[in-house]
């Protein structure tokens, strides 16, 4: 139901940033810096195309809004939660 919806939600943000933070922690040792893990992915992302966030990502300073990411994605949740609601009521 809608309270294992939003459960889901949060626990899938708080394992995904639990995540990143170990990637970058071990990208960072194998590679020595961040600009060599990022010129990697940027690499990759420019040559296959399909990625243009990544791409995005890789060249910028690595750093993802996670306050912002997480806030624009629950308020997709609840907007989609009222939808459902307003229409069970009309």
């Known amino acids: 139901g809608i309270p294992n919806a939003v459960d889901d939600y949060v626990r899938g943000a708080v394992l995904g940033e639990l995540e990143w933070g170990a990637f970058k922690r071990r990208a960072e040792a194998a590679?020595?810096?961040?600009?060599?893990?990022?010129?990697?992915?940027?690499?990759?992302?420019?040559?296959?195309?399909?990625?243009?966030?990544l791409q995005r990502?890789?060249?910028?300073?690595?750093?993802?809004?996670?306050?912002?990411?997480?806030?624009?994605?629950?308020?997709?949740?609840?907007d989609g939660i009222a939808a459902r609601i307003a229409a069970r009521r009309a």
């Not at 590679?31 to 966030?53: I, K, L, S």
């Open 31 to 53: 590679a020595g810096d961040a600009p060599t893990v990022r010129r990697y992915y940027r690499q990759q992302a420019e040559a296959d195309g399909r990625y243009p966030e």
């Open 57 to 78: 990502f890789a060249s910028d300073s690595g750093e993802i809004d996670a306050d912002a990411n997480f806030e624009f994605g629950l308020g997709c949740l609840l």
